[in-house]
């Protein structure tokens, strides 16, 4: 199938189309347009050039194949409700095609990050019936966010070859690229430290989640109480964000920093000062991922950013290598969180900011 096809189906130019394949960070003039180009060239089962000629061909004078590639988001229902997922799942669409694979599934099923849900429900069932919907086009298949163990373990027997890209770890049940979340929330908490303070709270999962273990022990690490109260768990919204902030700010007791899990929170909760900016609680706020949104807020956020061209990078080629029958052991490739200085946080004895604004 041609970008002209795909071109036709969504009405743009055939360049639009070609720019959206090609390029995770084009930014289309219209909201939603990327997602629709990417569905139809999907439903078209669009095939890159070079695959294109595989497929008719077989296999290529240099012996290769063409792989179909599915893509499991488990951290979301929906296309746009992670904003951090969303980014780099643009760009693992546009490595597959680079890589001349074909992207023929994408699920949105947060139940596999929910150990709760997956312990009362039938998990061979639903793998089977995902299974069935892209029956001989399963090469392989990249898992985007937490997957409970079970989950992975039946999946395991679908796929040969499997790689999660997450922030915590499958304690190598698969391959996997792993941008530490321990890691990135000990960061996150240092430099909240560094900059005096010591009544800091977490929001965002806690259960089974690597950032908020990081979270504690780094605490503990300074000596520095963990109060319970400064504890929120959240499903990591933007919505939930501006409800915790509010929910504070009528609190009598509250941290003077606060590391949220995710950078969507902490913009909820930057959002909700915003609207209550006469208040005298302006805590100092830092989160973790990146996402494109943080340049655009103000203060501006301070974040720990996760290298998601790079996550995506290595996630296609672990998967390309293993289906070549190139390695067999489990293989992790970690990567690290750089830390991203904004105006977000400041010394704990300034206790407001003039500018919060989005």
Same mark, same amino acid.
């Not at 799942?89 to 680079?98: A, D, F, P, R, T």
């Not at 005298?280 to 996402?291: E, F, R």
């Given at each position: 199938?041609?970008?002209?096809? #795909?071109?036709?189906?969504?009405?743009?130019?055939?360049?639009?189309?070609s720019?959206?394949?090609?390029?995770?960070? /084009?930014?289309?003039s219209?909201?939603?347009?990327?997602? $629709?180009?990417?569905?139809?060239?999907?439903e078209?089962?669009y095939?890159?050039n070079?695959?294109?000629?595989?497929?008719?061909?077989? #296999?290529?004078?240099?012996?290769?194949?063409?792989?179909?590639?599915?893509?499991?988001?488990?951290? *979301?229902?929906?296309?746009?409700?992670?904003?951090?997922?969303?980014?780099l799942?643009?760009?693992?669409?546009?490595?597959?095609?680079?890589n001349a =694979?074909? %992207?023929?599934?994408?699920? &949105?099923?947060?139940?596999?990050?929910? +150990? $709760?849900?997956? $312990?009362?429900?039938? !998990?061979?069932?639903?793998?089977?019936?995902?299974?069935?919907?892209?029956?001989?086009?399963?090469?392989?298949? #990249?898992?985007?966010g937490?997957?409970?163990?079970?989950?992975?373990?039946?999946?395991?027997?679908?796929?040969?070859?499997?790689v999660?890209?997450?922030?915590?770890?499958?304690n190598?049940?698969?391959?996997?690229?792993?941008?530490?979340?321990?890691?990135?929330?000990?960061?996150?908490?240092e430099?909240?430290?560094s900059?005096?303070?010591?009544?800091?709270?977490?929001?965002?999962?806690? @259960?089974?989640?690597? $950032?908020?273990?990081? &979270?504690?022990?780094?605490?503990?690490? @300074?000596?520095? +109480?963990? /109060?319970?109260?400064?504890?929120?768990?959240?499903?990591?919204?933007?919505?939930?964000?501006y409800?915790?902030?509010?929910?504070?700010?009528?609190?009598?007791?509250?941290?003077?920093?606060?590391? =949220?899990?995710? +950078?969507?929170?902490?913009?909820?909760? !930057?959002k909700? !000062?915003?609207?209550?900016?006469?208040?005298?609680?302006?805590?100092?706020?830092?989160?973790?991922?990146?996402?494109?949104e943080?340049q655009?807020?103000?203060? *501006?956020?301070?974040?720990?950013?996760?290298?998601?061209?790079?996550?995506?990078?290595?996630?296609?080629?672990?998967?390309?290598?293993? *289906?070549?029958?190139?390695?067999?052991?489990?293989?992790?490739?970690? %990567?690290?969180?750089?830390?991203?200085?904004?105006?977000?946080?400041?010394?704990?004895?300034?206790?407001?900011?003039?500018d &919060?604004?989005?």
């Open positions: 199938m041609s970008i002209k096809k #795909i071109a036709e189906k969504v009405g743009v130019s055939p360049a639009t189309v720019r959206v394949l090609n390029n995770p960070n /084009y930014r289309c219209k909201e939603g347009l990327r997602d $629709r180009i990417w569905k139809a060239a999907i078209l089962n095939v890159p070079e695959a294109a000629r595989n497929l008719k061909m077989g #296999i290529t004078q240099g012996g290769n194949k063409t792989y179909y590639v599915n893509v499991l988001m488990t951290r *979301m229902d929906t296309a746009h409700s992670d904003p951090f997922f969303t980014e799942l643009h760009v693992v669409e546009s490595e597959i095609h680079k =694979c074909i %992207l023929s599934k994408v699920w &949105y099923m947060s139940i596999f990050s929910n +150990d $709760r849900k997956c $312990r009362t429900s039938n !998990l061979e069932e639903i793998i089977e019936d995902m299974y069935e919907e892209v029956k001989g086009k399963c090469d392989g298949l #990249i898992i985007i937490r997957c409970n163990k079970e989950a992975l373990r039946i999946l395991k027997k679908k796929y040969k070859s499997v999660s890209v997450n922030r915590n770890s499958t190598y049940e698969v391959d996997e690229v792993l941008c530490d979340g321990k890691k990135i929330a000990s960061i996150a908490v430099h909240l430290i900059l005096g303070h010591r009544n800091i709270g977490y929001v965002g999962e806690c @259960h089974n989640e690597a $950032r908020y273990v990081g &979270y504690v022990e780094t605490l503990k690490k @300074h000596e520095i +109480d963990l /109060y319970p109260e400064y504890v929120i768990e959240t499903k990591q919204t933007e919505a939930e964000g409800d915790i902030m509010q929910q504070l700010l009528q609190s009598d007791d509250c941290p003077t920093g606060i590391y =949220c899990a995710n +950078d969507i929170t902490a913009v909820g909760m !930057l909700c !000062l915003n609207k209550f900016r006469n208040r005298l609680y302006t805590p100092s706020i830092i989160s973790s991922d990146d996402i494109e943080d655009y807020t103000k203060p *501006m956020l301070t974040t720990v950013r996760l290298p998601k061209d790079e996550m995506a990078q290595f996630a296609l080629y672990l998967l390309l290598d293993h *289906m070549k029958g190139g390695h067999r052991s489990v293989v992790r490739t970690e %990567l690290e969180g750089r830390l991203m200085i904004r105006n977000s946080c400041a010394d704990v004895s300034e206790s407001m900011w003039s &919060y604004s989005i």
